[in-house]
């Protein structure tokens, strides 16, 4: 029997030490939206490089590439999540590492911190005032 998880525990007002502790025995991030936007969560556990299971709908495909940086199934298809869910499961850690580390670049190379974010909004200011 395969029982999934997801513990979202806050300590000091992040999450960041429970995911990384999660992280060791975390097999995937199980993500079906719709038709909602692609949320927070999943681009922390995307950062994380956890592997995500998404469903195919229009704000999870903006952002995310099946078999590339995660695996997405049909969201009202119930047994092609279950079957993509065991898959994963059935595959061991190894299973889909090249995902999981394409899934870690993707957030890197959109959402860095250093490299994207802080410059982004240095500019700001700058470009409120240009017009």
């Known amino acids: 029997m395969v029982r999934l998880m997801r513990i979202d ?7 960041y030490l429970a995911s990384k502790a999660c992280a060791r025995v975390w097999r995937l991030d199980p993500y079906l ?15 994380a490089g956890y592997l995500v299971v ?3 709908t229009t704000p999870v495909e903006e952002m995310i590439k099946d078999g590339e940086n995660v ?10 999540i279950s079957q993509r ?4 499961l059935a595959a061991g850690c190894d ?5 999981r580390q394409n899934t870690r670049l993707t957030i ?10 802080l410059p982004a909004q240095f500019l700001l200011p ?3 005032m240009n017009k």
Do not use: R
């Open 95 to 99: 299973g889909c590492a090249d995902i």
């Open 108 to 117: 890197v190379k959109q959402y860095g911190l250093i490299t994207i974010c």
């Open 126 to 128: 700058e470009n409120a």
């Open 33 to 47: 939206t719709f038709p909602f936007v692609l949320s927070w969560s999943t681009l922390e556990a995307m950062a």
């Open 85 to 88: 869910v065991i898959d994963v």
């Open 9 to 15: 525990l806050t300590i000091c007002g992040s999450k």
């Open 54 to 56: 998404g469903s195919k």
């Open 71 to 80: 695996l997405l199934v049909d969201f009202l298809s119930t047994s092609e």
